[in-house]
Structure formats: C-alpha cells, structure tokens
C-alpha cells in the first residue's frame, strides 16, 4: 500500500474535488468511511448535498479560523494523505478502510490516540482501491500539528498493515536510492525521442566517470570530454576542486539555458565528498613490471573473494565491497564487445541500487579491486573473451551472495535490484563464454588423459566431484588441466588451489567454473624448487591426508615479488 502526503491552503476545494463525481470520472459513490469524531457530516450520504459540504468545511476549518484571530494558524493548513492498495490486493470494506485512515493519522502525529486536541480529519472513499484522508493542521490547543516525518512514519503503519490484512508487501527503501525522474522529464525525453531521461543518462555518465578515475581532478577531467555532457566545477582558492554539477547539452529551459544537476541530486554517493573518499581507496596506477600480473586476473581473484567477505561480520567493509562491485560492473561495457554491451549497461545499471545502503562503507577494504579495475582501463582488453568470461562467472557468484546479504538485512529495494542484476549477468555471461569455451572444448585431450583427468577429480575435490564430471563442461576442464599440466603444473593440486579459492556450491556450472580458475591460475609462472618443496611440506588434502611429494609439487604457483607486496 503506498501514501501520498501534501499540503495546501483550501480546505473547501479540496473537499469539492473529492466529493466530484463529474470531471473526475474514476470518483464512483464518494462517501466518508471515518472522521476525528464518528459524526463529521457526509455530502455523499444526503440530498442536499451543497449545504452538507459547507457544513463539513466549517467544522474542519472551525480551529483554523480560531488560530488565525490569534496569529498561530499555518500558512498551509491542508493536509492531505491518500492510501492506494495494489491491484492485485482484495477489496477492503469501509470498516477495514476506515481502521487504516485511523491507524495511519495516529502514526503521523496528525490524530494521535486518545490524544483529545487531535486535529480534525475525514477519509473519503471514492474508489474501490483507494481513499483520501483530508485533515485540518491545527490542534484542539491550537497550537500546529505535530507531524515531523510524516511520510515515513505512514510508511511504517503501513508495511504493518499489508501484512495484518494480507495485502501486497511493498518494496520499501532505505532514503538511499537514487532520486528518480520526474514526470516532466520522462515526457521532455519522450519527445526527444530518448529512452531514458537527461537525469538518468547523466547519472549512468558520473559513475562510469568514477569508475575510470583515480582522483577528482581526472574526474571532472573525463567528465569534460565526455560528448553531450556540460560541467561545471567550483574549486577552493588553492585550486582543490570544491563541487561540480552537470548538464546534458539536449536538456534545456524554454531560455534555452542548460538545467544543472549537482552530484547529490543524482544519487548519494555522486557529491564529490563521497566520490573523494572512494577515490582515496584507489592505488595510483603504474607501468606493470613485465612479469606482473594481468589485472583483469586480479580483478576476478578480487571479485571471488567478495562472497567470503560479504559472509564476515564487518558490514562496513561488506557495503564498500559491493560499491567497489558496483564500480566494477559500471566500467565493464567499456571492455566489452558490442553485441554484450548493452545487457551489462543494464546489469550495471539494476545493481547501482544494491551499492548503497544505511551501512557507512569503509573504501579501504576494496583497493584491490578498484585497483585492477582502473587498470584493466589503461590496457587492452584481451581479444579472446576468456579473461571476460572469467570475470563474469565470478560476478554470478558475487551478485548471489550480496542479494543474501541484503535478505539478512531487511534491504528490500536492493534485494530486488540484485536479482534484476543476476538476470542480465547470466545473459550476458551465457553469450560471451560460448566463444571460449567452444575452443576450449575443441582442445580437449585423448581419452586416456581425461580418464586420468576424472581421477584426480574425485581425489581432489570428492565433495563436489560427481557434480564436476556430469556437468556437460567436463570438456572444458580437462582442456584447461591439460594446458596448465603441459606448462609444468600438476593438476590435482591445481584443482586443490582452485577449489579452495572459492567453494563451488553457488555455480550454475562448477566445471566451467574449475576451468576458469584453472585457466587464471596456470598463467601465473611456475615456482622455483625451493618454493615447490616448501609448498609440497605443508599443503594437506582436503581429506587430511599429506600431500603428494615435493616432487610431484611443481603446480604450486606464487606471485612474484613486487606483487606479493602489493
């Protein structure tokens, strides 16, 4: 059920647009189902309707006119609620519609219970699915209404009422979400012939921008040379930027003066505070050493881990993992081919409201990922879609986990952005692993070497082993163990690392999802013997077993030095 709250200054218009059963043609038998006292006159339950009608003004205004001899009436005085069940909700009764309008002005401050100076109200129903509540917003002392917060105090009545009369749950937010178009705007873009809005375009714009920079010079920088987009900064006298706002070049006042949005208008975590803070947590990118490792490697090493974090008990470093997800997702159709562009544009979209929430995140948990994603930016994409496919099979996983961590917390709206996300994630998932994984197939090894394979399969990972090799991407895995077995790794402890990395219980395809670890991992260079036997001395089967000799270790794989720094 969903309340709409406004003020205004005739009590008598008002009460004539309710009771009107001509221009408004949805207003079939208006009537009053409740009133401050039982006994307000009805215009819709007599014959001589115009003096009815001015006698229920006249009791509603009788305080007001009270206040305003005394100089303490409200310039406003109207307060207006209207209460809409969903469509697919049961007809109410006047009596149940009649119990909400009271539940609802005792909750707002406007009628508190067995509060005697309660202000005077009716609710009119004049539609099966809705009624409107109009009240007068002076008390019995005359002194104004106490009605701070109204709109979420209604809201809290009212996700209590849904669930005691069995009606439509609302998808209730958090005051996090980004502000939505207006009407006029949504009809200003229709005319344009644009799908979406100059608010929403420039918002997608600002976090892609975000996305890319590594400081709030570069910001405004890309910002600057984005095409469409004005901006304007203010800066401090020493030359540090202050504030921006933004403009699309094609959204203008009937002066033809462009109309500005600042950062916080479009979303929260958009005013450059917050963008700053996010940035800090960003490394400074530099020349890779030649044997450092793929960024795009590392963000999907980064990506995996989120579910485990989003599993811990910091929630502050949980939300500003999903932010840095988010950012993720939003630099992703940048890297992309054209024919999956436009479902990660929507994925990326559908996820930005699962970013943000009441929890105050902490950036400096994510420099890792935020890290590689800026530089996965500053390179070429990989030709091939493997490393692509990689990154969003982990994003899968992650999108999953953090519609369960937002379950456990009563985030509702962004429960159902994350689910929307997951959607375009698999689709677009779906379409740019079939390349890679084709000619993964096609290199798949003899069958003795699969048999072998298999074994090592049910020794590595026997928790999960019947459901790797039935999976129809069987082929998939034994071409990549095979691949990493002739660059000098050991498969069974390839699996070992691989498995452990993640566990595989939330894969739509745990062959698949084997093969990409495997392939990531066997790209790393293999360790030295002396890194080998200390590896081989202290890895244990998942079973408890000691591990294989040392001289069968040689897939352990360690990072090289300056990466194991960072």
């Known amino acids: 059920m969903i309340a709409k709250i406004s003020s205004g200054k005739d009590t008598a218009g008002l009460i004539r647009y309710l009771f009107d059963t001509k221009k408004a043609k949805d207003h079939t038998d208006p ?116 009605h701070w917060n109204d709109y979420l105090t209604a809201d ?36 344009q012939g644009q799908d979406k809005s100059a608010r929403e375009r420039l918002h997608n714009i600002v976090r892609t921008a975000v996305a890319a920079s ?122 992309s081919p054209a024919p999956i562009r436009a479902r990660l544009r929507e994925a990326a979209s559908a996820f930005e409201r699962a970013t943000r929430s009441r929890i105050r995140a902490e950036h400096d948990h994510t420099r890792a990922l935020r890290s590689a994603t800026r530089a996965m930016l500053r390179e070429p994409a990989p030709s091939d879609g493997t490393a692509l496919a990689m990154l969003l099979d982990a994003a899968i996983l992650v999108t999953i986990a953090a519609t369960r961590w937002h379950q456990l917390r009563h985030h509702d709206q962004q429960v159902a952005a994350a689910q929307q996300a997951l959607l375009h994630l698999q689709a677009a998932f779906d379409q740019a692993a079939a390349a890679p994984l084709a000619a993964l197939i096609r290199r798949r090894p003899p069958q003795p070497t699969v048999d072998r394979f298999v074994h090592h399969i049910r020794r590595a990972v026997p928790e999960h082993s019947e459901h790797v090799i039935a999976d129809p991407a069987i082929a998939a895995l034994t071409a990549a163990l095979a691949e990493a077995e002739a660059l000098g790794h050991d498969p069974e402890r390839l699996l070992i690392q691989a498995t452990d990395q993640r566990a595989l219980d939330d894969a739509r395809s745990p062959a698949r999802t084997l093969a990409w670890r495997i392939q990531r991992i066997s790209a790393r260079p293999t360790p030295n013997a002396r890194a080998r036997a200390a590896q081989a001395h202290r890895t244990v089967r998942p079973d408890g077993t000691p591990s294989t000799p040392a001289h069968e270790a040689s897939t352990v794989t360690s990072l090289p030095p300056g990466a194991r720094r960072r």
């Open 31 to 146: 009537h009053l189902v409740a009133s401050w006292d039982g006994f307000a006159p009805d215009p819709g339950r007599t014959d001589d309707f115009t003096a009815t009608k001015r006698l229920l003004v006249a009791d509603l205004d009788l305080r007001v006119k009270q206040a305003r001899r005394l100089g303490r009436a409200p310039e406003r005085h109207v307060w207006q609620c209207s209460l809409r069940a969903a469509t697919t909700d049961r007809h109410l009764s006047d009596e149940e519609w009649a119990d909400i309008a009271r539940r609802v002005v005792a909750a707002t401050g406007i009628a508190p219970q067995d509060d005697p100076d309660g202000c005077r109200w009716v609710a009119v129903r004049h539609a099966p699915d809705h009624i409107h509540i109009a009240a007068t917003k002076v008390r019995g002392d005359l002194r104004p209404a106490r």
């Open 156 to 191: 809290r009545e009212l996700a209590t009422i849904e669930k005691e009369y069995g009606l439509l749950r609302v998808l209730r937010g958090d005051r996090t979400a980004a502000k939505r178009s207006t009407r006029a705007e949504q009809e200003k873009a229709h005319r």
């Open 214 to 335: 590594i400081s709030t010079e570069e910001f405004i920088r890309l910002l600057s040379h984005t095409e469409g987009v004005l901006v304007e900064a203010v800066y401090f006298p020493s030359g540090d930027v202050r504030g921006y706002k933004v403009a699309s070049k094609d959204n203008l006042t009937a002066g033809k003066e462009p109309i500005w949005y600042s950062g916080s208008t479009l979303a929260p975590d958009l005013s450059l505070p917050r963008i700053r803070t996010r940035l800090k947590a960003t490394d400074q990118p530099s020349r890779r050493p030649p044997r450092s490792p793929n960024p795009w490697h590392q963000a999907t090493s980064a990506t995996e881990r989120i579910p485990h974090h989003l599993t811990g008990h910091d929630d502050r470093a949980s939300q500003a993992h999903l932010a840095a997800f988010g950012e993720a997702l939003d630099a992703l159709p940048l890297l």
